[in-house]
């Protein structure tokens, strides 16, 4: 069963990540409901910028 893509706003850059720093993990804010999860993105994002996200179930491993 697919739901439908949810956006989140970006709280928090955590940090960069990915064998080359390609990734920037941040924290998210669902804008449908009151959850926040870590995630992974891949490309440029600063605070505030709105996400796509196809699925919300999923978090990213902290980094060390």
């Given at each position: 069963?697919?739901?439908?893509?949810?956006m989140a706003r970006v709280v928090k850059v955590l940090?960069?990540?990915g064998s080359q720093g390609g990734?920037?993990?941040v924290r998210v804010e669902l804008l449908e409901g009151n959850?926040?999860?870590?995630r992974n993105v891949k490309g440029p994002?600063?605070?505030?910028?709105?996400?796509?996200?196809m699925e919300q179930e999923r978090e990213?491993?902290?980094m060390r």
């Amino acid at each position: 069963m697919e739901s439908e893509p949810k956006m989140a706003r970006v709280v928090k850059v955590l940090g960069r990540t990915g064998s080359q720093g390609g990734v920037t993990q941040v924290r998210v804010e669902l804008l449908e409901g009151n959850r926040s999860i870590v995630r992974n993105v891949k490309g440029p994002v600063r605070e505030g910028d709105i996400l796509m996200l196809m699925e919300q179930e999923r978090e990213a491993r902290r980094m060390r």
